[in-house]
């Protein structure tokens, strides 16, 4: 069956340090997955997206990196702050699906503490 | 936040009525998507609309349907609702920069007594 697995449900780190978010597929094709931010009461933010020939992408103090032999993107988040604390979401669109339809993992909480 | 806007942003209700939500865009995208989102579950596709009265189901479509008569409308009906349809609901367009993402609206929080 089809998974997206994130690996942690909860993930506590101190400020200044750098938070690893892992996010694992199984039985996709993904032309290119994508990281969301959300925050409670709200819906979902896009962050980065990176595609399947890319290996890493950074924006400010976010990276992604794309293993498509190892079916997982890494989502670092260096120099953390606590107003990085929130859910963040992992989402591909599968090559064999239709018309931008994104599959997304369950989240990982992050609770960046001073 | 791309324009979009959802309504009701709360919602309480009784099993067995008809509940409808709206998602309301400003820019003219073509594609959009009502989700759900429930603990232990993440965020769930219940239907999407890739133009004007041309729809297709998700994962979750079972006692949904929707409509969608102009671009910037699509209607969510929860045709008898039912505590199991308890959750929130996002309603999402697809973005074009770049290419793929999905912008989403604040979502609306049900509550089927």
């Known amino acids: 069956s089809q998974k997206i697995e994130q690996n942690s449900e909860a993930l506590n780190i101190q400020e200044g340090k750098t938070a690893t978010l892992t996010c694992n597929y199984t039985?996709?094709?993904?032309?290119?997955l994508q990281w969301y931010r959300q925050d409670p009461g709200r819906g979902p933010v896009f962050l980065l997206l990176?595609?399947?020939?890319?290996k890493e992408k950074r924006k400010e103090r976010l990276k992604v990196t794309f293993d498509t032999t190892l079916k997982q993107s890494l989502f670092h988040i260096t120099a953390s702050q606590p107003a990085d604390s929130a859910t963040y979401l992992c989402a591909l669109e599968d090559r064999g699906s239709t018309l931008g339809r994104l599959y997304f993992g369950r989240g990982t909480q992050l609770t960046v503490w001073p | 936040d791309a324009g979009i806007t959802q309504s009701p942003r709360h919602k309480v209700t009784e099993t067995g009525t008809p509940v409808t939500l709206r998602c309301h865009q400003t820019e003219n995208h073509r594609y959009m998507y009502w989700y759900r989102q429930d603990p232990g579950h993440g965020l769930r596709l219940i239907h999407y609309?890739?133009?004007?009265?041309?729809?297709d189901k998700g994962e979750v479509s079972d006692g949904y349907s929707v409509s969608r008569s102009k671009t910037e409308d699509f209607l969510l009906t929860l045709e008898s609702a039912t505590s199991s349809q308890t959750s929130v609901y996002f309603c999402a367009i697809r973005g074009t920069s770049p290419s793929g993402t999905q912008y989403f609206g604040p979502g609306t929080r049900l509550l089927v007594l």
């Open positions: 609309s890739y133009g004007v009265k041309d729809t």
């Open positions: 039985n996709y094709s993904p032309a290119y």
């Open positions: 990176i595609r399947e020939n890319e």
